[in-house]
């Protein structure tokens, strides 16, 4: 069965600074992975995906994640940190044709 | 912009009391989903559509149905509400068959129970 899973529950990083959230991957076959982020009373946002092709994968809002599949993981990336980018973050892995599994979730708080 | 509706944004109803939760979509996309999201964590996946071709996740309560008069439009019914189904309620979308393409959320509907 396909998995994803998020080890840190929170993350806590200096704005300015770089920041990654981690994300491991159990599927069988090819990967499709993806990172949303929701802000609080929002929806999820979709910010970016790997489907094949180059294992740095750039993003919204400057993210980027690195696709590794010896160590099966997908950590999501930034080289600066904004307080805005505080919010809850989720790794999802495509399960069949069009259903997605979850992660538990990611909160990043920046402080200022 | 095309995009993904949900009204209303914050819902208060009562114990019991069937309440309705509404679902519009400019995008075209033939896959509908309904997920119930409780306190910041992961999104559980409810059901969805394949155009009108509905489809029940196994531990969905039977207090949940849904319905989809078209392409642009779902809805989730909740027939009789406890406590426990204060929730965040996301709708979402996403073309059937490419499975590389992410899911559109709407901004979900804010349920609380009294």
């Known amino acids: 069965a396909q998995s994803v899973a998020q080890p840190e529950d929170q993350v806590n990083v200096a704005e300015g600074n770089p920041l990654t959230v981690k994300c491991t991957y159990s599927?069988?076959?090819?990967?499709?992975l993806f990172w949303y982020v929701q802000y609080p009373n929002r929806g999820l946002q979709f910010l970016l995906k790997y489907i094949t092709g180059d294992n740095l994968v750039k993003g919204s809002y400057g993210f980027e994640a690195e696709f590794n599949k010896s160590q099966t993981s997908f950590h999501l990336k930034k080289p600066s940190a904004l307080v805005s980018d505080s919010a809850l973050y989720f790794c999802?892995?495509?399960?069949?044709?069009?259903?997605?599994?979850f992660g538990t979730g990611t909160r990043l708080q920046v402080f200022p | 912009d095309a995009m993904v509706i949900q009204n209303p944004r914050y819902q208060v109803t009562q114990f019991g009391k069937p309440v309705t939760l509404s679902c519009s979509q400019t995008?075209?996309?033939?896959?509908m989903y309904w997920y119930q999201q409780k306190s910041s964590q992961a999104p559980k996946l409810l059901f969805h559509y394949y155009d009108k071709d509905f489809n029940n996740e196994a531990d969905t309560p039977d207090n949940f149905q849904s319905r989809r008069p078209n392409t642009s439009f779902c809805f989730l019914d909740i027939r009789s509400p406890g406590l426990g189904d204060a929730a965040m309620y996301l709708c979402?979308?996403?073309?059937?068959?490419?499975?590389?393409?992410?899911?559109?959320f709407g901004d979900g509907t804010r349920l609380s129970i009294l």
């Open positions: 599927v069988s076959g090819n990967p499709y």
């Open positions: 995008l075209n996309h033939n896959v």
């Open positions: 999802a892995v495509r399960d069949g044709a069009d259903k997605l599994i």
């Open positions: 979402a979308t996403s073309p059937e068959g490419l499975p590389g393409q992410p899911q559109h």
